[in-house]
Structure formats: structure tokens, C-alpha cells
């Protein structure tokens, strides 16, 4: 009866009106639709003086520095959960890494670790370790520690510190120190 009084009241007001039923399985589906969460993220980080973009998608992420020593540091990781339980977990991950320096371009496997774990029910603590040594050829290492805060559902503050070491026989390419950053969860 609501539906008549309003479609006659919109055919009075403007001339035309229209009205449909939608069955309550329609009205359930449209409802899960408009729950749908996206496994996206992005975040911004200053790394040693440098800004750092972390673009993550599921399983996968794309790492990008661009550093004041003037190389570009890209990582591209796709990780794997081996447990969690309660906010504590840990994963493994395989990544492909590269620089960009002195129009030169080095690439190198890794393959890592990723520890978290949550302290209070806003606040995690996580260490990750990733490298490959390359033989004669040099090295990859990359070592993470850092506490994240998530004042909100999808947005998380974090800090720490990461060292980035690339060895290759043409030099060497070190990154170290604090950072801080945001990151949303799209």
C-alpha cells in the first residue's frame, strides 16, 4: 500500500512514475554486493630519507624506492600464510627484485620470512627477512622490524626500521634506517 501512495504521489508531483516489485532474494544479492571488500591496499612509507610506495593485492606486492642515492629499488613478492592464529602468524614469501642505478639494471631472486603478532587489539609487531646470496655475484638482503597501529578497520600507522642490502659485482647498494608510514585497505 506504501507503494501506491508513492508512486501516485511521484505521477501527481512530476508526471510520470514508475514502480517494481524486488523479491527478497534480489534484495539479499544487492546487499552482498554492496559488502564486498576488495583485497587492496596501499602504502605510503619514508624509507631513509626516501619515499616508498607498497601496492598489495591478495597474495602479491609491488615495492617501489626511490632512492636519494639516486637508484630505484622495485620488489615484486608474492607471499604465502603457514599459520595464524589469534593475530599471531607467519608466511613465507618468494620475490623478484631489482635496481635501477647508473643506467645499469640488476636483478635478484629471494625468498624470505614474515613474523606477526598482535600485542593489544589495535597494535601488531612483525619482523621480516628476505635474501639469496648470488655466489660470486653478490648478494640480496632485506631485513624489516616494526610495530603498525590501526586506529580504524582499514587504516594502519606504522614505523620501524629496514635495511636493504644489493651487492653485485659492479657495487654496492645499501638502504638503512627508521621509516614511518600509512597504509589503507581498500
Do not use: C
Not at 102 to 111: E, K, T
Amino acid at each position: 500500500m506504501k507503494k501506491f501512495f508513492a508512486a501516485a504521489s511521484l505521477l501527481l508531483l512530476t508526471g510520470n512514475a514508475a514502480a517494481q516489485e524486488i523479491s527478497p532474494e534480489v534484495d539479499r544479492g544487492i546487499e552482498s554486493i554492496k559488502q564486498t571488500k576488495f583485497d587492496f591496499s596501499a602504502e605510503a612509507r619514508t624509507f631513509d630519507s626516501s619515499p616508498e610506495f607498497i601496492l598489495k593485492y591478495k597474495n602479491f606486492s609491488l615495492d617501489y624506492i626511490r632512492s636519494r642515492n639516486d637508484f630505484n629499488f622495485l620488489k615484486l613478492k608474492a607471499d604465502r600464510e603457514i599459520f595464524s592464529l589469534m593475530g599471531t602468524g607467519l608466511e613465507w614469501s618468494v620475490a623478484l627484485n631489482s635496481i635501477d642505478a647508473r643506467n645499469n639494471f640488476y636483478l635478484s631472486p629471494s625468498i624470505g620470512i614474515n613474523f606477526y603478532m598482535r600485542i593489544r587489539p589495535r597494535l601488531d609487531i612483525y619482523a621480516q627477512i628476505s635474501g639469496l646470496p648470488l655466489g660470486g655475484h653478490g648478494h640480496f638482503e632485506d631485513y624489516e622490524y616494526g610495530i603498525k597501529y590501526f586506529p580504524q578497520k582499514n587504516f594502519s600507522i606504522s614505523a620501524g626500521w629496514r635495511r636493504t642490502d644489493f651487492k653485485v659485482r659492479h657495487g654496492s647498494f645499501i638502504s638503512s634506517g627508521l621509516f614511518a608510514g600509512v597504509r589503507y585497505d581498500f
